[in-house]
């Protein structure tokens, strides 16, 4: 891929998702976001837009495929408390 090109970043609003956003915009890609906000935080989104949803949304992702021209696409979006988990086995 050459430089410039959007990646889609399911979860990027997330800790490691951001990270992961930080480090393709560094490497001169452009990281779209797409996070529906439950465990991730907007103010982390800080190296290209941000998108409110859902990555189930089969419409939205087709829209940001498209409006983006998205290349590739990396998926952070997951539930990620132990605690919550280990009460709560089915959501995870």
């Not at 410039?4 to 979860?11: E, M, N, R, T």
């Not at 089969?58 to 979006?77: N, Q």
């Amino acid at each position: 891929m050459s430089s410039s090109q959007s990646i889609l970043v399911a979860g990027g609003a997330g800790y490691i998702g951001s990270h992961a956003c930080k480090a393709l915009a560094a490497a001169g890609y452009r990281p779209v976001t797409l996070d529906n906000l439950v465990m991730g935080q907007a103010d982390a989104v800080k190296w290209g837009p941000l998108h409110e949803g859902d990555i189930r949304d089969a419409a939205l992702v087709t829209d940001l495929v498209a409006r983006y021209d998205i290349r590739g696409a990396i998926h952070f979006a997951a539930h990620s408390l132990v605690g919550e988990s280990t009460r709560d086995p089915a959501r995870y």
